[in-house]
């Protein structure tokens, strides 16, 4: 199983990706988190990555590409994965394309996570006061909104166009919400088999 979660900052993509990767024994790559690690250990990528991600700005393409590749060619990832937050802009998925077409694998869904503006900024500010984020300011989170909307939301044309979208209502518990994004899959396979 190769997938890939799409959502905008704040949809609960991170805590829905671990769950659902869990439920099929494959990693959740997340690309946030890997940064967040690089910049914690102040490694040169770290540094690199951290003065776009202060600025709720997306990480240069050739940084993001390079270090996705590197993860996915891991032998964990080998059975499969999930990719939480990669791809964001239109060069990613082509340069996933690229990625995955050399190892002769594909893509067998997108999952969107969809949830109403004005609620996400309301999660964003709440998470800001525990998550110690530095990029969990309001000014930042509705630049990284705009960000989104500009680069990223393209992108589920893209995947409906080839007919790999999952469309879920990301509104309610977690618990609600992973039932939810499970059940969608599993009609899916039931569908496709
Ligand atoms: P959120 O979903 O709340 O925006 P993430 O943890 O997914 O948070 O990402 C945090 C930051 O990491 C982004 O704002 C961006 O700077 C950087 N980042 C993560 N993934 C990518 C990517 N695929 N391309 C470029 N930058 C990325």
Redesign the pocket.
């Known amino acids: 199983m190769r997938m890939i979660f799409m959502?905008?900052?704040?949809?609960g993509?991170?805590t829905q990706a671990t769950v659902v990767a869990g439920r099929f024994g494959i990693p959740a790559i997340?690309?946030?988190?890997?940064?967040?690690a690089n910049v914690s250990e102040g490694t040169p990528l770290g540094l690199e990555?951290k003065r776009?991600?202060d600025?709720?700005?997306?990480?240069?393409?050739s940084?993001?590409n390079e270090m996705?590749r590197n993860r996915i060619a891991e032998p964990d990832a080998e059975p499969g994965f999930l990719l939480?937050?990669?791809?964001?802009?239109l060069a990613?998925v082509e340069e996933l394309d690229g990625m995955l077409a050399a190892a002769d694998r594909s893509l067998d869904v997108v999952v969107v996570l969809t949830v109403d503006a004005d609620e996400l900024v309301q999660r964003?500010l709440k998470r800001a006061e525990t998550s110690g984020?530095s990029?969990?300011t309001e000014d930042v989170?509705r630049h990284?909104q705009d960000?989104?909307t500009e680069q990223t939301a393209p992108l589920i044309d893209v995947y409906r166009d080839r007919g790999l979208l999952l469309e879920v209502d990301g509104l309610g518990e977690v618990d609600e919400v992973s039932a939810r994004i499970l059940s969608a899959l599993d009609d899916r396979g039931s569908a496709a088999s």
């Open positions: 959502g905008p900052p704040g949809a993509k991170g997340s690309t946030g988190d890997i940064f967040r990555a776009y991600m600025a709720g700005e997306y990480v240069p393409d940084v993001t996705v939480d937050g990669y791809p964001r802009t990613q964003l984020r990029d969990d989170i990284r960000v989104y």
